[in-house]
Each structure stands twice: as C-alpha cells, then as structure tokens.
T-cell receptor, first 114, second 115 residues
Framework: DAKTTQPPSMDCAEGRAANLPCNHS???????VYWYRQIHSQGPQYIIH???NNETNEMASLIITEDRKSSTLILPHATLRDTAVYYC???????????????FGKGTHLIIQP | DGGITQSPKYLFRKEGQNVTLSCEQN?????MYWYRQDPGQGLRLIYY???????QKGDIAEGYSVSREKKESFPLTVTSAQKNPTAFYLC??????????????FGQGTRLTVV
C-alpha cells in the first residue's frame, strides 16, 4: 500500500497558484518526500523533493509541515500545460538493499481551467 | 543526453504469445523498476532490480518475468500466463546509494495491446 494519501482530483484556474496536498503521517526519519507528475500517456516526471525544509526550484515549491506528516506542492502560476496527475511518494534518500520498490498511489488529477 | 529508453512505444500481440518489452538506461543507475498502469489507475510495481543479476518481485509479478544481465538493461517479458496483459508499461531507474540526485527517471512507456 502507498504510504501517502492525496485527493483524487482538483481544479485550479489558469494563472492562479495550485496547491496540492499530501498526507504522509507514517513517514520515517530517513524518508524524503518526492513529487512527480504524469502527463497523459507519458512517463512520470520528477518535480521536487525535500526532507524537512521547504524547497523551491524552477518548477514548484514544496512546503513540509514541521512534524513532517504532510506536505503541499505549490505551482505558483498554473498553466494549461500543468494539467496532469501529480504523485507524492516517500522513500529513503538512499536506495539499495531491502524492499525499496518506489511505491506510487493513484495521485491527484489536477485540471487547470482556462 | 542521459536517459531511459523504452521500446517500442506501441506493441500489438495475439493472445497466448509471449512478448518482451525493452528498457535501456545510460544514467549509470544501479536500480531499475517495471510498473504497469491501467486506465485511471496509479502505477503498480511488477519487478525491480537493485543490482545486476538480482531482482525482486513487486506487487503484481504473476505472469511476468525479467532479467538483469547488464546494468543498463532490464527487459520485461509478458508471458501467456498473464491474464490481462493489455496495459501501459513504464520502466524507471534510480541511483543506488546516497547523493544529491536520488530521484527516479522514467521512460516514456510502452502501450501493449493484446488481441
């Protein structure tokens, strides 16, 4: 089972900020939060990841709560091309050994409205 | 450019035939993964490999087989034992061990249709 919970779908107006929540209440101390998005019929694309501090890159910002049990991905100025399924996953920052299978849930289908 | 390549993009097979999907990466990643995605669903893990000549079953391994003879290649065979093979198949890779870049890279997928 996925370690994260996300709403199945969200709408956002073009040009506005899209805020996508993710709950990961059982996250371990060595696990990062990763976000990916998948445009229809393509492979998922990495967006951003973080451990406990807020992170920002050219695509998005990631806000992680102090207790690390939830996070929010922010797309500051959503465009129609941001319509996609967004996946939040948690995994150790290192891989190797054990059952590190990169588990994905169903994600959030974000629809940007013109 | 470094990346992960899946081929072919579309594949048609008759029921009862085995078919092998290709996945190649030139990212020097140790770990590779195969996922299956059905319409409106998330990614389900079929098999993964952390190192050459070793692989583990994921959540839905029945009816599938893999090999990992080379670091850069992780082919997936969909056998006739797979009851519902028609799906979108995704391959991914990640570096093994720590480091600044630990995110997974995905191929563009192979859409398999069995008729």
């Amino acid at each position: 089972d996925a370690k994260t919970t996300q709403p199945p779908s969200m709408d956002c107006a073009e040009g506005r900020a899209a805020n996508l929540p993710c709950n990961h209440s059982t996250i371990s101390g060595n696990e990062y939060v990763y976000w990916y998005r998948q445009i229809h019929s393509q492979g998922p694309q990495y967006i951003i990841h973080g451990l406990k501090n807020n992170e920002t890159n050219e695509m998005a910002s990631l806000i992680i709560t102090e207790d690390r049990k939830s996070s929010t991905l922010i797309l500051p100025h959503a465009t129609l091309r941001d319509t996609a399924v967004y996946y939040c996953i948690v995994r150790p920052w290192y891989s190797g050994g054990g059952a590190d299978g990169l588990t994905f849930g169903k994600g959030t289908h974000l629809i940007i409205q013109p | 450019d470094g990346g992960i390549t899946q081929s072919p993009k579309y594949l048609f097979r008759k029921e009862g035939q085995n078919v092998t999907l290709s996945c190649e990466q030139n990212l020097n990643h140790d770990a590779m993964y195969w996922y299956r995605q059905d319409p409106g669903q998330g990614l389900r893990l079929i098999y993964y490999s952390q190192i050459v000549n070793d692989f583990q079953k994921g959540d839905i391994a029945e009816g599938y087989s893999v090999s990992r003879e080379k670091k850069e290649s992780f082919p997936l065979t969909v056998t006739s034992a797979q009851k519902n093979p028609t799906a979108f198949y995704l391959c991914a890779s990640t570096p093994r061990g720590g480091g600044p870049r630990t995110e997974a890279f995905f191929g563009q997928g192979t859409r398999l249709t069995v008729v």
